[in-house]
């Protein structure tokens, strides 16, 4: 996957998101419940395509760190889609303990 292409779902996630919490808003329900709840896959492709620290490791422990990491950043309200990227792809170890 391409830096463009990474930072083009990196987008379309956050656009995701916003949509989820309108329909919280709207409906007490999200994407995730229900028919719809495909779109999150996206988490999984990313998280695939991130570096090896973000993926998981067979572990239980070590794959629910893992994951927060992850979600932290893409999550992120006050980083840009090309910070996601950088860090996301980044083999240097991270040490803002998730203040992004």
């Given at each position: 996957?391409t830096?463009?292409?990474f930072?083009?779902?990196?987008?379309i996630?956050e656009?995701?998101?916003?949509i989820?919490?309108?329909?919280?808003?709207?409906?007490n329900?999200?994407l995730d419940e229900g028919?719809?709840?495909?779109?999150?896959?996206l988490?999984t492709l990313?998280?695939?395509?991130s570096a090896?620290k973000?993926?998981m490791e067979?572990?239980?422990?070590?794959?629910?760190?893992s994951y927060?990491?992850?979600?932290?950043?893409?999550?992120?309200?006050?980083?840009t889609p090309e910070?996601?990227?950088?860090l996301l792809t980044?083999?240097?170890?991270?040490?803002t303990?998730?203040k992004?």
């Amino acid at each position: 996957m391409t830096k463009d292409e990474f930072i083009t779902l990196i987008k379309i996630a956050e656009a995701i998101m916003k949509i989820d919490q309108a329909c919280r808003s709207l409906t007490n329900f999200g994407l995730d419940e229900g028919q719809c709840n495909d779109v999150f896959l996206l988490w999984t492709l990313l998280q695939d395509n991130s570096a090896p620290k973000y993926r998981m490791e067979g572990n239980t422990e070590l794959e629910m760190q893992s994951y927060r990491a992850f979600s932290q950043i893409l999550e992120s309200t006050t980083l840009t889609p090309e910070e996601k990227y950088s860090l996301l792809t980044s083999d240097e170890r991270d040490d803002t303990n998730g203040k992004q």
